[in-house]
């Protein structure tokens, strides 16, 4: 079975550019999550879909991250205009519906803002 | 808001030695406490976790304890090896729900040979 796997693995951008990082869940999913780490720092939260509804987005920066995960496969994280403070590792993981609590994680987008 | 508090930021060891990582939580409705570990350049997985109906739970060389009183867990490796080196995060959440885990900033340990 195939794993959790992000796109791209690592990109490197100028402030004020946008990047769309994206995350295919294991197969069957219906929760998808977002979470950032800033070097050093927490997995932070960030948002989570339930199928392509948005469940909780409490996690989100700012109004220059948009999630969106139409059909309830596949979800896209756009940054526009991409900031300094907005590098770090983006991870996507992914849970089933009637969950036993793991997280299934991708290997991560490591986003660099210059 | 929910935090998740994490120590040591890193832990260095001697190979055979135990290695102890502790966390606490704000979130008195945190019932599910997962340990991740990250491997050099890979994707965090789930090594162990423990619930709020149990104090301990071990599998091999790892443990981990839950005091829902003082709201802290940790994590002990013995015998630890060259393979244990990573980043470790603990995290806690209510599963069953909506699954949200809020982690720890990690743990890097080094086990040198």
């Known amino acids: 079975e195939a794993g959790v796997t992000q796109f791209p693995s690592h990109s490197v951008i100028e402030k004020g550019q946008t990047v769309t990082l994206r995350c295919d869940p294991i197969?069957?999913?219906?929760?998808l999550y977002w979470y950032r780490r800033v070097m050093g720092k927490e997995i932070k939260f960030l948002l989570h879909f339930v199928k392509e509804s948005k469940q909780d987005e409490s996690g989100m920066p700012n109004n220059r991250f948009l999630a969106e995960r139409t059909g309830g496969t596949y979800s896209t994280l756009k940054v526009q205009p991409a900031e300094l403070e907005d590098s770090g590792v983006y991870f996507c993981a992914s849970s089933q519906r009637v969950s036993t609590g793991e997280l299934f994680f991708g290997e991560g987008s490591r986003l660099t803002v210059l | 808001g929910e935090n998740v508090e994490q120590h040591p930021s890193t832990l260095s060891v001697q190979e055979g030695d135990s290695a102890v990582i502790k966390c606490t939580y704000s979130d008195s409705a945190s019932n599910y406490f997962p340990w991740y570990k990250q491997e050099l350049g890979k994707r965090p997985q789930l090594i162990i976790d423990?619930?709020?109906?149990?104090g301990e739970k071990k599998d091999q060389r790892i443990a981990v304890t839950l005091n829902k009183t003082a709201k802290h867990f940790s994590l002990h490796i013995t015998e630890t090896q060259p393979e244990d080196s990573a980043v470790y995060f603990c995290a806690g959440g209510t599963p069953g729900g909506y699954n949200k885990l809020i982690f720890g900033a990690g743990t890097r340990l080094a086990v040198h040979p």
């Open positions: 423990i619930r709020s109906n149990v």
């Open positions: 197969s069957g999913h219906d929760n």
